[in-house]
């Protein structure tokens, strides 16, 4: 008989309760080897040791504005984030489905759990270049502090970049990455850091104009378009990531998409396509793409937490600093 106790499940939390937040929540809810522990928002936080409700979480968060409203558990706060992780301990691992608006606010989220003198294991699904970069510049300190940080884990940057990465492997020399997103979502307000950012992107539009922009200004910009934003040559981190895990210089890695934020089916098939020569002189293309059926939650989720587990081997090796999807294979979460 098999007498070996089962490990612990990680002890985890997620901050930003929006659309990706609620979504990792659920997702967790399914698994053993993670239990979702603590929650933040812009107006409060929840934390509880032996678990939080997630539909508790969810119904609270929806119906008032904040999971700091939850029974015992809940707290409201102005400044959730440094409350959070100076009073409730232990957590082992976070996931930051922040909106990163401003392009620093994630780094600077960072910056607030080094000075704070935590240690663990942290998952970002940052997406810009210079975002990323920021984080980069942070590496030693993040190595000093014992976080092990995980950036660009989501689906692009994270499943997509990993996947180039993966497919590099067939080539002596990658001539190009070129990544196309489709994601379908019912409305905007779902996922509102999401469209934010991506609305950031458009020819005459900064991080800072669609930071600034009110709902209404929004909804009509989205009026005008039918609600598909077609995104090309973005800054997406995909380029810095691969360029550091040395498989091919950033010029050669493109990104752009198409944003459906009226319907939930994908307007296309998301992909990443990389091209390369092989050793012996052949040019060719590896094309990876996802299931129609799955949705941004699940494609960004899923790599988080995959990549959370991964950190948290490194971290048990004693193992910190800063790591990104192109550099490290995500474990998979039972
Ligand atoms: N890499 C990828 O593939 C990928 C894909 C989609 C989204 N994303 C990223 O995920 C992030 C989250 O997007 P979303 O659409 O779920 O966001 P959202 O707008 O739905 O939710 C953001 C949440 O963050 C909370 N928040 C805001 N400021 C806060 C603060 N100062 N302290 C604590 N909580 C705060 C809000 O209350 C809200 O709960 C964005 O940065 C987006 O770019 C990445």
Not at 276 to 287: L, N, Q, V, Y
Request: with cysteine.
């Amino acid at each position: 008989m098999n007498t070996q106790p089962l490990p612990l499940p990680l002890c985890v939390g997620v901050l930003g309760f929006g659309g990706l937040g609620q979504a990792a929540a659920k997702l967790l809810s399914s698994k053993r080897e993670m239990i979702l522990v603590a929650a933040a928002d812009q107006k409060g936080y929840a934390y509880s040791r032996e678990g939080l409700n997630t539909q508790a979480c969810i119904t609270t968060y929806q119906n008032q504005g904040t999971v700091g409203y939850l029974e015992s558990v809940g707290t409201l706060s102005n400044n959730s984030i440094q409350d959070l992780i100076t009073t409730s301990q232990p957590v082992d691992g976070y996931f930051l489905a922040l909106p990163n608006l401003p392009n620093d606010f994630i780094p600077s989220v960072a910056k607030q759990f080094i000075q704070a003198g935590w240690r663990g294991v942290l998952v970002d699904a940052i997406k810009r270049t210079s975002a990323v970069e920021q984080l980069l510049a942070m590496k030693d300190e993040l190595q000093a502090a014992g976080i092990t940080y995980m950036t660009g884990c989501g689906a692009t940057p994270g499943l997509l970049t990993a996947a180039a990465a993966l497919a590099a492997q067939s080539y002596a020399e990658v001539h190009k990455v070129e990544i196309t997103f489709g994601v379908g979502i019912a409305n905007w307000e779902a996922y509102r850091a999401t469209v934010r950012e991506d609305i950031g992107h458009i020819p005459g539009y900064t991080v800072e104009t669609a930071r600034a922009m009110t709902d209404p200004e929004v909804e009509a910009l989205l009026d005008k378009t039918n609600g598909v934003l077609t995104l090309a040559n973005m800054e997406h981190a995909d380029d810095v990531m691969l360029e550091i895990a040395g498989i091919c210089s950033r010029d050669r890695v493109t990104v752009g998409g198409v944003v459906d934020t009226r319907n939930p089916q994908k307007p296309l098939s998301t992909n990443v396509k990389v091209t390369g020569r092989t050793f012996e002189g052949k040019i060719s293309t590896h094309t990876f793409t996802l299931g129609d059926e799955t949705s941004m939650a699940a494609n960004v989720c899923g790599p988080a937490f995959g990549y959370l587990k991964a950190g948290q081997e490194l971290h048990n090796r004693g193992i910190s600093g800063l790591f990104t999807a192109a550099e490290i294979m995500p474990k998979f979460v039972k």
